[in-house]
């Protein structure tokens, strides 16, 4: 059968401004399928344990918008295989996401998914609704069950601004997609639970940007506090955390230098208290 690539130099460029669907992913795949990532090859082993894994993403809503923050460190079994992996990626204007899992895998699905909702944007002339965006993520991590289940597992953590509701959005998933919605926060990767446990603990409705930056960088510290393959932020190094902010002025990733400012007020009241901030009881 004749490839797309068989066709007269005149019906190229009409070829591919008429791909017959806004999907980048679904254009690639019917016109030059080997550029994609294989997802159903057989491993001959399963090697999950041996690349590099990475770990904690939190998430959580303020007022007008919601807040990313991922650890640096990334592992492989019980070795520290990178100190400053970064996790989190801007997706689009309004939108981001976070990888826990297999970080080669979550690196590739980030850039991929990025192309796809830019893909969106220019034939579609507008942009995809942020249910839209979660649910084509969710369309991509299904792609990756075959690999999953031989160790290459990748769970995103996505978060957006949606302009319609004029408030922040979290959206989780499993293995085989999803996606979840979640409400006020959110947290993936081996120190979740500590990381979870925090927030529980520690957010608080209708906070400041600042103030949601600072509680997901408190519950990092916990979580890297109880999970070795989490990484507290490296003073010597200087290392931080990632933190984005996204509202109505759309996607921004914080400063090293603001970051440091967050992560020292923490280290210095975690001199005196070193288990963090007490909640209140009610």
């Not at 990532?37 to 918008?65: C, K, N, S, W, Y």
């Amino acid at each position: 059968m004749a490839s797309h690539r068989d066709l007269p130099v005149g019906l190229v460029s009409q070829f591919f401004r008429n791909t017959g669907s806004s999907s980048f992913t679904e254009f690639v795949s019917s016109y030059a399928p080997e550029l994609l990532p294989q997802r159903d090859e057989v491993l001959a082993t399963p090697i999950g344990d041996q690349v590099p894994h990475a770990t904690t993403i939190v998430a959580a809503t303020f007022a007008g918008g919601v807040v990313m923050a991922g650890d640096r460190r990334a592992t492989s079994g019980n070795i520290i295989s990178q100190r400053d992996v970064e996790k989190v990626f801007r997706a689009d204007d309004y939108s981001c996401m976070g990888i826990a899992g297999t970080a080669s895998t979550g690196i590739e699905f980030a850039r991929l998914y990025r192309v796809e909702l830019e893909h969106y944007e220019k034939l579609e002339g507008r942009t995809m609704s942020v249910a839209g965006k979660a649910n084509r993520l969710a369309t991509m991590i299904r792609g990756n069950l075959a690999m999953a289940m031989q160790g290459l597992v990748v769970v995103p953590l996505f978060a957006a601004y949606d302009p319609d509701k004029d408030e922040g959005r979290i959206f989780s998933y499993d293995v085989a997609g999803g996606p979840y919605e979640r409400e006020r926060f959110d947290a993936i990767g081996s120190g979740s639970i500590f990381a979870r446990g925090a927030l529980k603990k520690l957010y608080r409705d209708g906070s400041s940007a600042d103030d949601m930056v600072m509680t997901l960088i408190q519950a990092l510290y916990d979580a890297a506090d109880d999970d070795s393959a989490t990484g507290g932020p490296d003073v010597t190094r200087k290392i931080w955390p990632i933190v984005a902010v996204i509202d109505a002025d759309g996607y921004r990733r914080l400063p090293e230098d603001q970051v440091s400012g967050f992560v020292e007020q923490i280290l210095e009241a975690r001199l005196s208290s070193p288990d963090g901030p007490i909640a209140p009881l009610r």
